[in-house]
């Protein structure tokens, strides 16, 4: 990986650099920039966007510390070419628990629209079974969205996974507004989300140049 601006660090910057690179690709949680010192310090954490960055990643603010996940352009073309799009059965499942966990949540004023996707209203398995949805669909379904940390069970029902703190300031909001789209299709937010959506907005020249996804 050729960023000049790593190889320009003596040894054991370079090192600091790397340390929180790995840091934050594996990390189940937000990390902590106390803990490592490329975080801590601007021009370091620079260079520790830039060597995401020519891997197609992005360093992201979560909760207080910092994880990483694919740039909006590299999310756009794996999803475009079919790459980690769910089956139908796991995006049927994991709208229901985006719905009842955060949107429906959120849009009714009972939780707060700073919490993290995490930290969401655990939705009871029966809550999703009286949906229509079969049994079997769901277990097989629920399986595989923990398997990928997509989902999280606790005590009392399923969260969002992990996953959901590696999506960007723009994904974010995007799935957001959808959810409220689908969620209270009535309410004022929707209407104002749908008569700015309906604005026209001028061409930029990279649209088709950059078409890219984003997963972690």
Do not use: K
Request: glycine residues 6%; contains cysteine; neutral net charge.
């Amino acid at each position: 990986m050729d960023v000049p601006a790593l190889q320009a660090l003596s040894h054991n910057r370079r090192a600091d650099v790397r340390a929180a690179v790995c840091a934050v690709e594996t990390a189940v949680v937000p990390v902590p920039s106390v803990h490592y010192r490329a975080l801590a310090e601007i021009p370091l954490r620079i260079v520790v966007e830039q060597v995401l960055a020519a891997s197609g990643r992005t360093l992201l603010a979560v909760g207080g510390g910092y994880l990483s996940g694919y740039t909006d352009e590299i999310r756009q073309r794996l999803a475009h070419e079919g790459i980690g799009v769910l089956p139908r059965d796991d995006r049927a499942v994991l709208t229901l628990i985006l719905l009842f966990s955060v949107a429906i949540p959120r849009a009714s004023g009972t939780a707060l629209p700073e919490r993290l996707w995490t930290q969401g209203t655990p939705v009871p398995r029966d809550q999703l079974r009286a949906c229509q949805v079969s049994d079997v669909v769901l277990t097989s379904a629920l399986q595989r969205l923990t398997d990928a940390d997509l989902v999280r069970r606790t005590r009392t029902g399923y969260v969002l996974g992990h996953q959901f703190l590696r999506l960007t300031p723009a994904v974010g909001a995007e799935l957001f507004e959808q959810l409220i789209l689908l969620a209270d299709p009535d309410s004022a937010l929707a209407e104002s989300i749908r008569r700015r959506r309906a604005r026209p907005t001028a061409p930029t020249a990279t649209a088709l140049d950059h078409e890219v996804h984003d997963r972690s």
